[in-house]
């Protein structure tokens, strides 16, 4: 976990200090990009999860963490997030109509059973350089990470997310903060999700999907 934490600070720092430096430095954005996306990803992929199944630091403590981490790479707020996973995920109702990877895949991305292999590579390749799909993402994560349905999540989102923003203004560094930190968290971050989604589970075809519980 401190891992993650600390690929995801120490990955925006050492990219603001190659733009700061500019000229050749900048070649090596890609690496503090890299680094602060693989933090984030490890923070949602794999500390968030076992944070849903109570297993990192033990009840409040689990809850807590995961609205931090949540709130740190933009996505729906722990709660809903561990109900659907612990409720639907793990359960007979995967990639059925009410789990949210088959509504991601489907309803989102746009992919259908009856596609051919070569239609589904050819509107991945499409939809991840796509303007519409990565607005609508970005629209869909702000309204979960700052706009749901739960005052307290709300508010520490805003006010952890005020103090960053507050601190590039205060800086007049707005220009710095988007490319530093706005773009791996939005447009590479939703990348690696699709990219990542496409491959984590296999579709249950019967008479697998049947026997499965």
């Given at each position: 976990m401190l891992e993650a934490f600390?690929?995801?600070?120490?990955?925006?720092?050492?990219a603001t200090?190659?733009?700061?430096?500019?000229?050749?430095?900048?070649?090596?954005l890609p690496v503090g990009w890299c680094l602060l996306l693989?933090?984030?990803?490890?923070?949602?992929?794999?500390?968030?999860?076992?944070?849903?199944?109570g297993i990192?630091?033990?009840?409040?403590?689990d809850y807590w963490l995961g609205e931090v981490i949540s709130i740190l790479t933009v996505t729906r707020d722990f709660r809903s997030y561990k109900q659907a996973?612990?409720?639907?995920?793990?359960?007979?109702?995967?990639?059925?109509?009410?789990?949210?990877?088959?509504?991601?895949?489907?309803?989102?991305?746009?992919?259908r059973p009856d596609m051919s292999v070569e239609q589904l590579?050819?509107?991945?390749?499409?939809t991840l350089i796509s303007p519409k799909f990565h607005l609508r993402r970005l629209?869909?994560?702000?309204?979960?990470c700052f706009f749901f349905p739960f005052p307290v999540h709300n508010a520490l989102a805003f006010g952890i997310w005020g103090l960053i923003v507050g601190l590039f203004?205060?800086?007049?560094?707005?220009?710095?903060?988007l490319l530093v930190w706005g773009l791996p968290l939005t447009v590479l971050f939703q990348i690696s999700m699709l990219l990542r989604m496409c491959v984590e589970h296999r579709w249950p075809v019967p008479p697998v999907g049947n026997r499965r519980n």
């Open positions: 600390l690929a995801y600070i120490l990955g925006g720092i050492f200090w190659l733009v700061i430096q500019g000229g050749a430095y900048l070649t090596l693989h933090g984030a990803w490890k923070l949602y992929i794999t500390i968030l999860h076992a944070n849903s199944h990192v630091l033990g009840a409040p403590f996973h612990t409720k639907v995920h793990h359960t007979g109702q995967l990639l059925q109509s009410k789990d949210n990877t088959y509504n991601y895949l489907i309803n989102i991305v746009g992919f590579w050819q509107h991945l390749r499409k629209s869909s994560r702000f309204r979960a203004i205060y800086t007049h560094s707005v220009w710095l903060g």
